[in-house]
Nanobody
Framework: QVQLRESGPGLVKAWQTLSLTCIVS??????????WSWIRQPPGKGAEWMGA???????YYSPSLQSRTSISRNTADNHITLQLSSVTPGDTAVYFC????????????WGQGTQVIVSS
């Protein structure tokens, strides 16, 4: 069974760059045709898709976050990294990584999420 586990700093100061890691177990991230997404949910709001990296290394970003977001991968260690620059308190959220097995936007495996608080 595929397992995803997010990790990160928990607390970040405004205008810094947030860096989160998603370790994927029991499934190579290069497996065709999987897409690995980052999704966040601010307190009291709905989930927001941030971007994804595909099995072939292609990246896709939400237009609203594209200028501040970078998603990369380490195939040797089988993990995915999210970097979000110039964070503000509005970026406070629970951040999740998830697998989309077809590129359709339907996520079949999720991590437990990691809370990030941005202090002003």
């Amino acid at each position: 069974q595929v397992q995803l586990r997010e990790s990160g700093p928990g607390l970040v100061k405004a205008w810094q760059t947030l860096s989160l890691t998603c370790i994927v177990s029991d499934e190579p991230i290069i497996t065709k045709y999987y897409y690995w997404s980052w999704i966040r949910q601010p307190p009291g709001k709905g989930a927001e898709w941030m971007g994804a990296i595909a099995y072939d290394g292609s990246t896709y970003y939400s237009p609203s976050l594209q200028s501040r977001t970078s998603i990369s991968r380490n195939t040797a260690d089988n993990h995915i990294t999210l970097q979000l620059s110039s964070v503000t308190p509005g970026d406070t959220a629970v951040y999740f990584c998830a697998r989309d097995s077809s590129g359709s936007g339907a996520f079949d495996y999720w991590g437990q999420g990691t809370q990030v608080i941005v202090s002003s």
